[in-house]
DNA sequence: CCGCCAATAGACCGTTTGGTCTAGTAACAC
DNA sequence: GTGTTACTAGACCAAACGGTCTATTGGCGG
């Protein structure tokens, strides 16, 4: 039974979580170090090129995150709307949890730094692995792969989107009303 | 004729455009005094609080130019459609200009630095701003204010996913396929 | 026991940060 | 003229930054 997460996880997953509350040049390396509980010597050893490194690890390991949620929400559903209300409901949930203060953890973590193009390129491959599982599940449930990917594209935006007005609002009912902005009220 | 703009205003504008591309972290005060060609001095003579003080005049500047182009979009459009998509074209344009490196121009440089919730209650506020331009016109073209204000919402949202997704791909594309997305293929 | 290497540990460094403070200047009132 | 106010100008500072470097530890193969 090994329950302790590696030295390496634990780096990630502070990172991840500090960059979503205060952004990449917002995040003191000392404050990642602290959080984790890791000395310099270690970040360096797992991540030669210090913050930008783990700035991707963290992406990376957050777009997995997502996937997962994804995966959870789609598995059983019943068909498209279904599968992005149950996506959309957990996120709610999720954010309530995170009291509202983080970014969109999709891409809250991205864009910044000196190295720009770096971490575009790293946002670019994240997305697209997003948009890529929900396609799956759309092709799935009897779309076309071309209507599969534009679905899904489409709620990838309109996710984006929301998360960031109910931060600004600090209230989660944008993300559960997302559904009916998209396809519509449910008919009875 | 006074053509030179005032030192308060080279120095929002310089902000703008810098917090916009680096973010408010990632940007030093002496670029922007650089920029500006404005000495530290009269920074704080016009910004008291500094930097933070800048932000939200970068922010409020920004979001009047946002409702100068939603003006210009809904002020002879027909319909609702005709009025986003003008808007979409019009941003897609200015994408084009900004060489797809800046961040969204609604949301992008808020968010970070120490002074949390400050930032969140500038965002908010001019989100409402924005939001309530475009009910007005929702409003001018026949739709009851709930209407309005929901499809302002739907809108802006789409707007705000949409500028994301086309950052990371470098494509201006995604702005113009909104209105599509949103309110379906134009029929025949 | 030794040798080896991955990993840990943190002191240290040069640079840059946002912010303060004093001095100087231009325009107007009287 | 003098006084006053609004603004410009930039030297200066303590603190924090990301990153480097040397030393040490722990565990496994031999």
Redesign the interface.
Known sequence: MNDEPSTRDRLVQAATRLFRQ?????TGLTEILTEAGVPKGSLYHHFPDGKADLACAAADWTASEIIRVIDDSFRTAPDWRHGVTTFCYKMAKLFDILES?D?CPI?GL?????D?DRF?AQ??HS?DRIIAAATRYGEGLGLTHEAAH?AA??F???????W??A????KSD?LRG?PA?LYGPLTA
Do not use: C, K, N
Not at 22 to 26: M, N
């Open positions: 205060r952004g990449y040049d917002g203060a970014a891409f991205l864009f910044e730094g000196p720009q575009r946002a670019e997305f534009d594209e489409t990838i935006i309109g996710f984006q989107g929301s960031t007005l931060r600004t609002r600090r944008v997302l902005r």
